[in-house]
């Protein structure tokens, strides 16, 4: 009878641990879509402003500076920069926002299909997690890595357009250059906006 008892007690205690363990997993997944979603804004962001606007920018600017565009318009008193750079820095700190929205609600969209079909998760509780792991602060910097990535892009794609010389080699040499210092400058400023954000305002289970 003791041994039976000790068995019974025994096999309680492990499938308390099994459970525990099952929950504990069930959990780390749960607290790790909204942790995913957070993190695939902020490159997908980066690199498509860094690629696809810094390259546009570059590119027409370039054509039009190899052409002697720019110079032609110095010479009838219009200034370049207010008339070519400033508006195209202007679109892209507006549409930088809406960028970001969209890729976030696509990453909602996956992590909670994801979650529903692959791990078995309420869609309920999905949203009871990613609630409890975000807070106001993270969208404000979401914002504003997009804007600061945006200002980058014009300054950098701008700057080298406006370089640009040797013809249509210069344009693609200006083109590539601004790709990638768009993007290194991109996420090294992701990445120090990311630690003030660590410092000043940590993520809080709510």
Known sequence: DVEHVEIELRGDTLGVVVGRDQAR????QVEAQPQAVAGVHDAVTGGLLGGAGASAIAADLGSRTVREELQAMQVMGVDPIARLIAPRMLALMIIAPMLLVAIVAVAMIVALTV????????SGGFWSSFGAFSAPSDLAFAVLKAETGAMIVGLVAGLRGLEASGGPRGVADGVNSSVVLSITLIFLSFLG????QTM???SQVA
């Open 200 to 202: 000043f305002f940590p």
């Open 25 to 28: 997993r069930v959990l780390d």
């Open 115 to 122: 979650s529903v079909w692959q791990f078995g998760l309420s």
């Open 193 to 196: 906006l990311t630690q003030l």
